[in-house]
């Protein structure tokens, strides 16, 4: 006996049988955690700046800390169990991106070494990076032209 | 030339001509699943995801196995007098049921239906049986939610948001040993009487977050055939239970199959939603080739021995895509195969 439904009529129905993400909820945990994440590496970045080191250098560590700390929660599962809840708050940050190549380490170790974790580690971050480049590329050559008028 | 009689029935379900005996069976389940709603139910538990292996894979591989070993222990039949071993899960090229039979040296076929496979397996094992090629075949699904992750999805540790209706992929499975004949001693059991086998439904989901509503179609379909074919309603069973539709997915199958002029009323569930607890925020509810099987062997299984069910349609679902064809952008098609299980006393029969 076949769904007597067209394929949008199928789409159509369900839709109110289909809960949808709570998006003011989500919305207010991204935002908190996201501004956690931030508020921490302001932190590091008054911690550093207070030790006297230069200014420049000193916004390479707060970057190289909050890697550090992505790194220690995703290999703990906190990040992961962290990012049920903060969405969009745990990807953005600088965090996310050392806990999607630490993830890919930690899962692809198994195949090896090479074609393993090394094959795989940035396959997440390896599109942030290829069109992060890509994009980088387009707004210098942009730069360099209306530079020359 | 003189053809064998046909055990078709209606326009394509089909009846055994002597019922195939549930002679064991064993279930294994994994520290999330443990604590869940069928806590103490099930034959062997992990506390350790890994299973003491050091990889996912090998870990499923072990359940499977291990899960095996019971169902020999349970059964007074062995490997050497098993005709059939039917096995499959959802690791590439189901390595975890290769794994999980190469140390029982029984005649083997790996099976791909997602996780719809346990009715396939039970369905051909049965027939074979019925059809007096062998007097015992094995079944066994599994599937473990880090090998799946690993398949379907992102690195584990991987920070990540899910919807509500996403499903969370069973850690455990279950295995049945079907015999030929009545039970010796006159004991009750379990038989399978009849099935259906499940036809294919597309209906342009291409959500993998919500695949229960990409096969509630096919589920709504092959139950409503089912009992057109046998001039049944819901009613005539004491349980109907789809295999991994999850929360979403029955809802969607209880407005369809009503919409079809099948109503399922109080006696439908849906495996999936009989795991978790509510706290155990699994979303949507479990899935996996391992969800319908522990769910039968774990739950099902015991109540139609003590006599508390009579009559039961089991009903596994399939999500048919692979990682690539999800990364392509297809819709998913659906597929549902329908086994009915009756409850004897052991007296009447044969």
Redesign the interface.
């Known amino acids: 006996m076949r769904v007597p439904l067209s394929r949008e009529e199928y789409a159509r129905r369900i839709q109110s049988l289909t809960p949808s993400s709570p998006l003011p909820k989500d919305m207010l945990f991204a935002f908190l955690t996201g501004g956690g994440i931030c508020l921490l590496g302001q932190l590091f970045s008054e911690l550093f700046l207070s030790l006297g080191i230069e200014e420049k250098t000193a916004a390479l560590l707060t970057s190289a800390a909050l890697i550090a700390v992505g790194m220690i929660l995703s290999v703990t599962g906190l990040y992961a169990k962290l990012a049920r809840y903060g969405g969009a708050g745990t990807l953005l940050p600088i965090t996310g991106f050392s806990n999607s190549m630490i993830s890919a380490a930690v899962e692809f170790k198994s195949e090896g070494m090479v074609t393993g974790l090394g094959a795989n580690i940035f396959r997440i971050a390896g599109p942030v990076i290829v069109y992060g480049i890509a994009a980088g590329i387009l707004y210098g050559a942009v730069y360099w032209l209306t530079g020359l008028f | 030339m003189n053809l064998p009689t046909l055990k078709k029935r209606g326009k394509g379900s089909f009846e055994l001509s002597s019922p195939v005996r549930i002679e064991a069976a064993a279930s294994a389940a994994g520290p999330f699943e443990k604590k869940g709603r069928l806590r103490g139910a099930f034959d062997l538990t992990f506390d350790d995801p890994y299973l003491g292996e ?4 090998k870990a499923e591989g072990s359940l499977a196995r291990r899960t095996v070993a019971r169902l020999y222990e349970k059964s007074s039949l062995s490997p050497a007098e098993t005709d059939f071993f039917f096995a499959g899960d959802l690791e590439r090229q189901c390595m975890a049921s290769t794994q999980g039979l190469l140390p029982y040296d029984v005649p083997y076929c790996g099976l791909y239906g997602a996780c719809s496979t346990f009715g396939e397996g039970l369905i051909l094992a049965s027939a074979l049986l019925d059809g007096g090629f062998g007097r015992a075949a094995g079944v066994i699904t599994t599937s473990h939610f880090s090998t799946a992750e ?1 398949e379907y999805r ?12 996403a499903q969370h992929t069973v850690t455990g499975g279950g295995a049945v040993l079907l015999a030929a004949g009545p039970a010796p001693d006159g004991e009750p059991y379990a038989a399978v009487t009849r099935f259906r086998v499940g036809r294919m ?1 597309d ?3 291409a959500d993998p977050g ?1 695949m229960g ?1 990409a096969m ?2 096919a589920a ?2 092959t139950l ?2 089912f009992l ?1 074919d046998f001039g049944r309603k819901a009613d005539d069973y004491d349980l109907i239970l789809t295999g991994d539709l999850g929360q ?1 997915g029955y ?2 199958v209880r ?2 199959t009503g ?2 002029g099948f109503p399922l009323g109080g006696v439908y569930d849906d495996c999936g939603r009989l795991l978790y607890h509510e706290e155990q ?1 699994a979303h949507a509810g479990g899935s996996g080739a391992g969800c319908s099987s522990l769910v039968f062997v774990a739950s099902v299984l015991p109540r139609l021995l003590r006599g508390e069910l009579k009559r039961v349609l089991l009903a596994p679902t399939g999500a048919l895509l692979s990682a690539v064809s999800l990364l392509q952008g297809e819709s998913i098609p659906g597929i549902c195969h329908l086994i009915e299980v009756e409850a004897r006393s052991g007296k009447e029969d044969f």
């Not at chain 2, 991987?158 to 509500?164: D, L």
């Open positions: 050091k990889t996912w894979e690993r992102t690195p584990l540790v991987y920070g990540k948001q899910r919807q509500p209706s439904r209906m342009g989901i919500n509503a509630a179609p709504a379909e409503t055939g057109e979403v809802e969607i407005d369809l919409a079809m925020d």
